[in-house]
Each structure stands twice: as structure tokens, then as C-alpha cells.
């Protein structure tokens, strides 16, 4: 998944993949990560999303596309709810606050800027348990 996060990775695929049951695979891999299969790959996509934000000049339409997503809207949803921010608003205040990363390894600034998608998925529920509107 890490290597081509712009396919589709169902869980038969997974489990096919890995020679274990769909149920095996799914339990086994949240043992692991600590997230399912499904939350994973969209880490994925949008820590490569925001890479390219930050490093190219390619227009978001493009980067949805390259990372995956099917829909401009859904990219754009599922951004915002992981990041906190819209795609050109990232964008914005990466190059504002440009800074050497040539000499650093692309593995260490991707750890360094990876989404708490657990973090932000509990706080999205707990959002809806106090009736607050989430923006979406």
C-alpha cells in the first residue's frame, strides 16, 4: 500500500495478497497499526497529497487524481477532516514558511508530517457526541 497508495487496496486484495482470510487480515492488520486497512491508505494519500502540494506547482485537481481519489469533492473532504485545512490553504502556508528540506531524507519530513488520522477521527466523534458542527 505505501509503495502504490494511488491504487485500490480492497481487503480481499489485502488478504488475497497476504494468503489469510479478509477477517484475519482486517484483525491482524489493526493489531499492528492500530488503525484498519481503509484508514491507512488514506494516511497514505494525503501525506503524498501534501508533499505535492508542497514541493510542485501541479493544481490540486491534479494531485487528487494522482493520489487516488476519484472525486475532487471527497479529496477535499477527507483533507479537511485529517488535516484541519483545505488543500490550497496548506499549500499557501507550506511555501510561506519554505524551508531548506533538500538535505533532509523525503522517509523523515513524510514521518514528520504524516496525519494523526486516529486523533482526528476521535475527535470528529466526539464532536457529533456534543451535538458541535463539524465543518465538513
Not at 497508495?5 to 482470510?21: M, N, Q
Not at 494516511?43 to 505535492?52: D, Q
Not at 486516529?118 to 466523534?125: D, G, I
Request: glycine letters at 6%; one cysteine or more; hydrophobic letters at 35%.
Amino acid at each position: 500500500m505505501d509503495a502504490a497508495s494511488h491504487e485500490d487496496w480492497p481487503i480481499e486484495r489485502l488478504a488475497r495478497v497476504s494468503g489469510v482470510s479478509k477477517a484475519h487480515f482486517a484483525r491482524a492488520f489493526r493489531q499492528a497499526y492500530g488503525i484498519p486497512p481503509h484508514r491507512y491508505l488514506l494516511t497514505r494519500r494525503i501525506e503524498r497529497a501534501k508533499a505535492l502540494l508542497r514541493d510542485t506547482d501541479l493544481p490540486v485537481t491534479s494531485i487528487a487524481f494522482d493520489t487516488g481519489w476519484n472525486s475532487l469533492g471527497t479529496f477535499g473532504r477527507i483533507f479537511r477532516e485529517i488535516t484541519g485545512e483545505s488543500p490550497t490553504t496548506l499549500r499557501q502556508r507550506e511555501q510561506r514558511l519554505a524551508q531548506p528540506t533538500a538535505q533532509v531524507p523525503g522517509c523523515y519530513l513524510s514521518a514528520a508530517s504524516r496525519p494523526h488520522l486516529t486523533t482526528a477521527v476521535s475527535e470528529k466523534r466526539r464532536h457529533r457526541h456534543e451535538d458541535i458542527e463539524v465543518p465538513s
